[in-house]
């Protein structure tokens, strides 16, 4: 049985807001989102994320338009570390088993409830496939995740960290510093 569920971050980070429309299944997660920013110049994106059993990334497709014009991006994880972009091998992110969408809370999900960090105890360091937006480069990312308390996760990347809220379903409330969920 899937779940629906459907949220609105204010992306304070970005200028903008993001919904997100998301169906979890036993240990899966399927997602469309579109999102709107002012910042570092105004641009809009949409994307739909699927994950294959553990929450592990399965693809990516990201559309994001701005003055440049319009890019996509169709990022794929070959369920054995490997990536691709748009066709493409991917050496950078080999080895990591999520992708990380700049400014969009919804990523940030995944690790978390692949490890149960929500509601045990535990640190995990991660490699992701980081995506940058508005410009859809796909780079590496060392980030590591803790446990603080029940819902609670502090995540951190190079010399920034934040301490997220999640909700029961394992989805961002509030990140400070990046967004805050809506209603």
């Known amino acids: ?29 399927r997602a469309r989102g579109r999102a709107v920013g002012t910042l570092p110049e105004p641009y809009w994106i949409t994307y739909e994320l699927e994950t294959a059993d553990g929450f592990v990334t399965r693809r990516l497709v990201v559309t994001a338009e701005d003055a440049a014009g319009s890019r996509s991006l169709d990022l794929r994880h070959d369920g054995r570390g490997g990536w691709s972009a748009d066709g493409g ?14 400014l969009c809370p919804l990523t940030n999900t995944m690790p978390v409830l692949r490890h149960g960090l929500l509601r045990a105890p535990g640190e995990r360091d991660f490699l992701m496939a980081w995506v940058s937006v508005p410009d859809l480069v796909v780079r590496p990312s060392r980030q590591t995740y803790t446990h603080l308390a029940p819902g609670r996760v502090r995540y951190a990347s190079g010399d920034f960290s934040s ?3 999640f909700d029961e379903d394992g989805l ?3 990140y400070p510093r990046l967004a805050r969920r809506l209603g």
């Open 1 to 29: 049985m899937r779940a629906s569920r459907t949220v609105t971050w204010e992306v304070t980070a970005s200028g903008g807001y993001e919904t997100v429309w998301a169906e979890f299944g036993p240990g899966s997660l």
């Open 89 to 102: 091998r991917l050496p950078g992110p080999e080895g990591a088993l999520d992708c990380d969408l700049g």
């Open 163 to 165: 301490d997220l809220e």
């Open 172 to 174: 961002v409330a509030r």
